[in-house]
């Protein structure tokens, strides 16, 4: 009977906009909420066959979608730790609860923004027990190789704030000049001596005593210099030339256009590798591992040279630093997790990856803003943050809501008066059924 799908068809829209309505006041409520996507409703009309001359309504259905593709603007903030995803990926997070219980394979969750800190055992996680997960770094900084389609690997990051570390030289420019007249025959022969400090392994300073001896030739000028690097940190007690780590013959050029720079270097000792002339670059052993000086390449001048009558180490660099205390921690847009020293030492301990799905609105939405893999979404793969399409990490940054609250209020007005009008029909269907029951009286 038509007057009964009235009836039926009414209550749908009771339903339908109630649906509407909640899902308008999920939005408003969630309109500060940093990382929040907003739910969409859709309605869908439902129809019943009909005959000719008399036609039953189907009513309305509502569905809701929630909009996790679409990115909200990005807040800035005053803590390093604010993280904000760029573009569509996610950041790998877990549960505290995971992580105390000690859950081998971490449930793998995602979300867009996150403000973490680290906990008293220094874990990063949110306030509502979000655990940030990483590829931990290799004690050199680098990030081995991971699968990314599995959560092999992953871990949730650690900062000790009263971690130390220190980073050994591996580098020394050598930017010395040695006094021309004294490889002339009516020279003294007296050797120039240079102490440079490196850091070894364990961050403690050690020295290079670097000796260069001129030739002295009984006429004219040699142009000619011998040259013995020894390492402080080797023990010398049963052999005195035990720290004797390279000897080498420096040749400097005489001409017009060379004059006083490095035209070749002999090494005449078994310690040390040999002068690569294009590179500049010699390699000694010192007991922390080996260590690559650079003398200068052939007929350069930014490294040893032989001018006038000064002896001047005018320009002698390395790297490496002591060991330092922890400052502070920064995430850059690479995901790289990145510790400095109160030495200036900056390591990487961490990569944070970047969550990829096929479809990210098929994610299943949790508390928290936070998503999991469902089979609508389809399998996560991991990304390198800036690579591929996930976007990079913006520190000192919050992803705000999604939510328009404007186009909301706008909803619900609509959403109201078409409550009241299936209200009015349900009220109006009543009556006729009411005029109904009179005729029968």
């Given at each position: ?9 009414g209550v749908a829209g009771l339903a339908a906009n109630s649906t509407k309505l909640s899902a308008i006041s999920d939005n408003i409520a969630n309109s500060s909420t940093y990382g929040y996507k907003r739910v969409n409703t859709e309605f869908e009309s439902m129809v019943i066959s009909s005959t000719a001359g008399s036609y039953s309504a189907g009513g309305v259905t509502a569905t809701t979608n929630r909009l996790i593709d679409e990115r909200a603007s990005l807040v800035s903030t005053s803590n390093a730790l604010d993280l904000a995803v760029t573009g569509r990926g996610f ?351």
């Amino acid at each position: 009977m038509s007057i009964s799908s009235s009836l039926n068809a009414g209550v749908a829209g009771l339903a339908a906009n109630s649906t509407k309505l909640s899902a308008i006041s999920d939005n408003i409520a969630n309109s500060s909420t940093y990382g929040y996507k907003r739910v969409n409703t859709e309605f869908e009309s439902m129809v019943i066959s009909s005959t000719a001359g008399s036609y039953s309504a189907g009513g309305v259905t509502a569905t809701t979608n929630r909009l996790i593709d679409e990115r909200a603007s990005l807040v800035s903030t005053s803590n390093a730790l604010d993280l904000a995803v760029t573009g569509r990926g996610f950041l790998p997070v877990t549960t505290a609860t995971a992580v105390e219980n000690g859950t081998e394979d971490q449930t793998l969750m995602m979300t867009t923004t996150g403000s973490f800190s680290t906990d008293e055992d220094g874990i990063l996680r949110t306030e509502s027990g979000l655990v940030l997960l990483g590829w931990p770094a290799t004690a050199d900084g680098t990030i081995p190789s991971y699968p990314r389609d599995s959560t092999a690997g992953l871990e949730p990051i650690v900062i000790n704030p009263n971690q130390t570390a220190g980073d050994p030289t591996t580098e020394i420019n050598m930017g010395v000049n040695l006094p021309a007249v004294d490889t002339e025959a009516d020279a003294t022969g007296e050797a120039q001596t240079l102490s440079v400090e490196y850091y070894g392994n364990l961050g403690t300073s050690e020295t290079l005593e670097v000796t260069f001896t001129p030739t002295v030739p009984s006429a004219g000028a040699s142009n000619e210099w011998t040259m013995e690097i020894r390492d402080s940190a080797i023990d010398t007690s049963t052999d005195p030339d035990a720290n004797i780590v390279g000897t080498y013959t420096l040749q400097f050029a005489d001409d017009r256009i060379n004059g006083g720079t490095l035209s070749d270097v002999t090494r005449t000792s078994t310690a040390g590798t040999d002068w690569d002339a294009t590179t500049g670059i010699i390699t000694v052993e010192v007991e922390g591992g080996p260590i690559e000086i650079n003398l200068g390449t052939q007929y350069g001048t930014n490294g040893l040279t032989q001018l006038s009558d000064t002896f001047s180490p005018s320009s002698v660099t390395r790297d490496g630093s002591p060991v330092g205390s922890l400052t502070s921690v920064e995430v850059d847009e690479n995901g790289y997790v990145n510790a400095t020293y109160d030495t200036g030492f900056i390591r990487t301990i961490y990569q944070i990856p970047m969550v990829d799905v096929p479809n990210a609105n098929g994610l299943t939405a949790l508390d928290s803003q936070t998503f999991q893999v469902s089979g609508e979404s389809g399998g996560f793969f991991l990304w390198n943050a800036g690579d591929g399409p996930t976007g990079g990490i913006e520190g000192y940054a919050r992803e705000g809501s999604a939510v328009d609250v404007a186009k909301e209020l706008t909803d619900l007005i609509q959403t109201q008066r078409a409550y009241s009008s299936n209200a009015k029909v349900i009220q109006t269907v009543d009556e006729m059924l009411q005029e109904t029951t009179n005729i029968k009286r």
